[in-house]
């Protein structure tokens, strides 16, 4: 099973092993890594192709050296994909709410703070996602002012500092689309559901803070300045006396997260177990 899935990094808020997993279908997969390993080996690419200077002992030890660090970088990027669902994890999933949203669909959540072997988990925004994927979840998609509102009173009740949802802004492969342009105001979509965010110019579409650590509006891409484009949306307690709102936040952050059922991996592993009861 391992082998299919990769060992769980955190298997704490399962109640049962996992039996063997069905193969799915490829999943689209929003890597983090790949911007950063796009990054370097835009920069191997230079190394190696400087027109100016033929190359020297020194260069081709740099070039190696390079190659080496573009290997090790593929190795870590193909080891952050999204991660497949388990059908046993998914049947025992922990359930700590479930709501009701516009449209009529029933959805359980995972609050990583309520459930006493996460309580103090803090993982980057991938985590987050493979975590709650391997149950048949996915990080929370926020798609309603009213299921908004839901989530925000779990984290006002459980004074939890910030959260990570599925939220992402389109900044990777394919993301050249006419319409998802520019990516910080039609980039940004969740994840979880696929289901698109409104222009963040138009403040009544999202729940962004209209404050952050340079006193602008969010989404403000605040640490692209240091390389990390904040293309991960988390929902911030009052960080910034602001009350608990959206943040765009570099992924690589760690924090407490919250799952939410996703109809395409219940109804995945569902079609291929009919008996498991989900
Ligand atoms: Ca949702």
């Known amino acids: 099973m391992n082998q299919i899935l990769g060992k769980p990094k955190s298997k704490c808020w399962q109640r049962g092993d996992s039996p063997g997993a069905p193969v799915p279908p490829p999943s689209p997969r929003y890597s983090l890594a790949s911007t950063r390993a796009h990054r370097h080996r835009s920069s191997v690419a230079k190394l190696t192709h400087h027109p100016l200077h033929k190359p020297s002992e020194m260069s081709r030890h740099v070039c190696l050296a390079a190659a080496a660090l573009m ?11 999204l ?45 987050a996602r493979n975590i709650c994927r391997r149950h048949c979840m996915d990080a929370v998609s926020l798609e309603t002012p009213q299921e908004n509102e839901f989530i925000k009173q779990r984290i006002a009740r459980g004074n939890v500092r910030f959260i990570w949802t599925s939220g992402r802004k389109c900044n990777f492969a394919g993301c050249d689309r006419p319409d998802l342009q520019p990516p910080n105001v039609n980039g940004w979509f969740w994840s979880g559901s696929g289901a698109k965010i409104g222009p963040t110019t138009q403040r009544n579409t999202g729940d962004w803070s209209y404050t952050g650590g340079y006193g602008q509006a969010q ?36 924090k407490p997260f919250v799952c939410e059922d996703s109809d395409e991996l219940l109804n995945f592993v569902r079609s291929r177990n009919p008996a498991l009861r989900l």
């Open 219 to 254: 989404p403000d891409n605040r640490e692209a300045a240091q390389g990390n484009d904040e293309s991960c949306l988390s929902i911030l307690n009052n960080f910034y006396n602001d009350g608990i709102k959206w943040h765009d936040v570099a992924c690589h952050h760690v």
């Open 71 to 81: 290997a090790m970088l593929c190795l870590a990027e193909a080891q952050r994909r």
């Open 83 to 127: 991660a497949l669902p388990d059908p046993r994890s998914c049947a025992n999933r922990v359930r700590h709410s479930t709501y009701r949203d516009a449209r009529g669909v029933l959805h359980s959540y995972f609050f990583s703070w309520e459930h006493a072997p996460t309580r103090n988990l803090e993982v980057d925004w991938l985590d």
